[in-house]
């Protein structure tokens, strides 16, 4: 089921509904392109998502997702953008996975609930260009002091 399937760009922007199949997912898949944003899905990400390393971009954006981001989403190491914004998920810290993914560019969870502190890790990966966790409940102080990013 799609194990040679890069991209999956003809998902996106539709009226896709229900929940993401768990089975849609796994190891022997090569998908480097997961656009599944602008949908109208619900319930959860499953977490059969983090089968799929040699993914790069992940797109879950504007559905209605909600429950939590499963921590296998770490496994997602070779993951440049992911953006997770404009769902209904529980209430939780900001993940710790942020500082697991290898070659990161682009992380965005805008209005996603996550509260509390930010890990410190985020902002030591040295490639990040663009974060966006607006209109959440994050609060604290900002650790950069140790290895900040030039």
């Known amino acids: 089921m799609l194990t040679k399937a890069k991209h999956l760009y003809s998902l996106r922007d539709n009226q896709l509904s229900g929940d993401i199949p768990p089975r849609l997912f796994n190891s022997n898949m090569t998908l480097i392109h997961l656009l599944l944003d602008n949908n109208k899905l619900r319930g959860t990400i499953p977490s059969t998502l983090g089968l799929v390393t040699s993914l790069q971009v992940v797109r879950l954006d504007r559905n ?87």
Not at 86 to 101: C, G, I, K, M, R
Not at 125 to 138: A, F, K, M, W
């Open 64 to 150: 209605s997702l909600s429950g939590n981001v499963p921590p296998s989403i770490k496994n997602l190491v070779n993951t440049s953008g992911i953006d997770l914004s404009n769902n209904t998920f529980d209430p939780s810290p900001a993940p710790s996975w942020f500082s697991t993914l290898l070659d990161p560019t682009t992380i965005e969870m805008h209005n996603t609930n996550l509260k509390g502190e930010l890990p410190s890790a985020l902002f030591r990966i040295p490639q990040l260009q663009t974060v966006d966790l607006s209109y959440n409940r994050i609060n604290g102080s900002l650790d950069i002091t140790s290895n900040p990013s030039t």
